[in-house]
């Protein structure tokens, strides 16, 4: 295989590997807050946060403001659960995974967590 054909099959089994999906959090450690969110892509998801907080271009507030008074190394980027790609090429995860967000929410909700709105 040519290097030009080798470079187009990598990128192809790239594009067609399923990423990872499931429920996140960015989390003050020591103040026990947390902005908890679901995505398609776990890995991308993460890294976008990670990149607006240390842009101080955050959305949530909030958040931007205990980042930059606290400092990045208070801060923890989880994947709390994941969610298996469906067999069915034509399914829509997005309701699987606010319900499993939601289930997260709760969860560590009663564990005294506090959110980022």
């Known amino acids: 295989m040519t290097d030009v054909a080798d470079r187009k099959a990598r990128i192809r089994e790239y ?3 399923p990423r990872p999906m499931g429920v996140f959090r960015v989390r003050n450690v020591p103040e026990g807050r947390s902005f908890v969110s679901a995505s398609v892509d ?3 998801i993460l890294n976008r946060h990670l990149a607006q907080l240390r842009l101080g271009a955050h959305s949530v507030r ?3 403001q205990d980042w930059q008074r606290l400092g ?3 801060f923890a980027f989880d994947a709390l659960d994941t969610l ?3 067999k069915d090429p034509g399914s829509d995860p997005k309701e699987d995974l606010k319900a499993l967000e939601v289930m997260w929410r709760e ?3 009663a564990e005294g967590e506090q959110f980022y709105r």
């Open 15 to 17: 594009k067609e590997t």
């Open 42 to 44: 776990l890995r991308a």
């Open 62 to 64: 909030e958040l931007q």
């Open 72 to 74: 990045a190394e208070q």
């Open 84 to 86: 298996e790609p469906s």
């Open 107 to 109: 969860r560590l909700a």
